[in-house]
Structure formats: structure tokens, C-alpha cells
């Protein structure tokens, strides 16, 4: 299950505005942020919709995506296999409190290249 979505935008309160709005009609909410740097929504099942100004520092992505899991040792397992499939290493396996008390995550990144062929 995906725990966030994080997207970056060129204009943050103005894309907050809108979200607002948009996301009204569904039930999604507003749930938290941080004047200047990210808005998070609440978008049902535990689940966030996130948007961030563009151009923040690293480790934050121009999108980012988080999968919950149910325990440790599956983040564990999860960072393995995405570095042992090529992934970029982020952030390892570790608690991360300055998002929550009990939060355990890691963090990797992957590159893709594609070429078009007229």
C-alpha cells in the first residue's frame, strides 16, 4: 500500500489553494505542513498526497513515493533488494524521529534513461 506521494511544484500556496479546493469534493483534507516547504493531504486509509516546494534540498526528490510495511524487517528487505536491483543509496534502514516517534524507514532513489526513436 502506498503510505505518501510527495510532488513538487513551482508555486507552494498557490498549488495549496488549489488542492484544497480540488480535493474538497472528495473528502481530503489538509492534514499538516510546514509554511515555505511541504503541504500534506489526508487522502483516506492512513494514506498522504504531499506537495513541496520546488527546488528543496536533498534527500527530498521532485517526487517521492512511500510503501508502508508492516515491520521492520521488511523495510530492511525492501532496501536490500531495491540496492541489489541498482537503486541509489539515500538513507539506510533506520529511525527517522523527527518525522514520528516510532518511524523506521530507508531511503533510495533509481535512475532511468530513456531514448526515443523517431
Known amino acids: 500500500m502506498i503510505d505518501h506521494i510527495t ?14 479546493k480540488a480535493l474538497e469534493p ?8 510546514k509554511e515555505g516547504v511541504f503541504w500534506a493531504f489526508d487522502v483516506g486509509d492512513e494514506s498522504l498526497f504531499e506537495i513541496q516546494h520546488t527546488g528543496s534540498k536533498p534527500p527530498l526528490t521532485r517526487l517521492h513515493v512511500a510503501f508502508r510495511v508492516q515491520t521492520r524487517a521488511e523495510v530492511d528487505a ?41
Open 78 to 118: 525492501f532496501y536490500s533488494a531495491a540496492l541489489e536491483a541498482g537503486a541509489k543509496d539515500n538513507g539506510a534502514p533506520g529511525p527517522r524521529p523527527e518525522y514520528t516517534a516510532n518511524y523506521y524507514a530507508c531511503s533510495f532513489s533509481i535512475l532511468m534513461a530513456t531514448i526515443s526513436k523517431p
Open 7 to 20: 510532488i513538487e511544484v513551482s508555486d507552494l500556496q498557490k498549488s495549496k489553494s488549489f488542492y484544497e
Open 26 to 33: 472528495l473528502g481530503y483534507r489538509l492534514s499538516f505542513g
